[in-house]
Nanobody, 122 residues
Framework: QVQLVESGGGLVQAGGSLRLSCAASGSIFSINAMTWYRQAPGKQRELVAAITTGGSTNYADSVKDRFTISRDNAKNTVYLQMSSLKPEDTAVYYC????????????????WGQGTQVTVSS
């Protein structure tokens, strides 16, 4: 059984910072890309940032130069450092991992965390 658990969300004033974490646990054989998504009320879920096993990153234009994604492969954990937060960053943030379990070591599937709320007040 594989689980992704996010943490670090909360309420912050505009211009502030937060650091989200997402730890994958369970019968993990290998993890490829790890990605952060977000979904604001009434809007579709959107990609925020992604990182490969080798550390290559990709960001949504709306968060470039403000957010930084990183990962610790030894801990199966991905982070999202968010700075200069804006009210429009308010959303539920979800972690996603493309991973294979020991039960099916060469079959990669996408797993989701439960989400963590980030609220930015103006």
């Amino acid at each position: 059984q594989v689980q992704l658990v996010e943490s670090g969300g909360g309420l912050v004033q505009a211009g502030g910072s937060l650091r989200l974490s997402c730890a994958a646990s369970g019968s993990i054989f290998s993890i490829n890309a790890m990605t952060w998504y977000r979904q604001a009320p009434g809007k579709q879920r959107e990609l925020v940032a992604a990182i490969t096993t080798g550390g290559s990153t990709n960001y949504a234009d709306s968060v470039k130069d403000r957010f930084t994604i990183s990962r610790d492969n030894a801990k199966n954990t991905v982070y999202l450092q968010m700075s200069s937060l804006k009210p429009e960053d308010t959303a539920v943030y979800y972690c996603n991992a493309d991973l294979a379990s020991y039960e099916r070591p060469y079959y990669f599937n996408r797993y989701w965390g439960q989400g963590t709320q980030v609220t930015v007040s103006s």
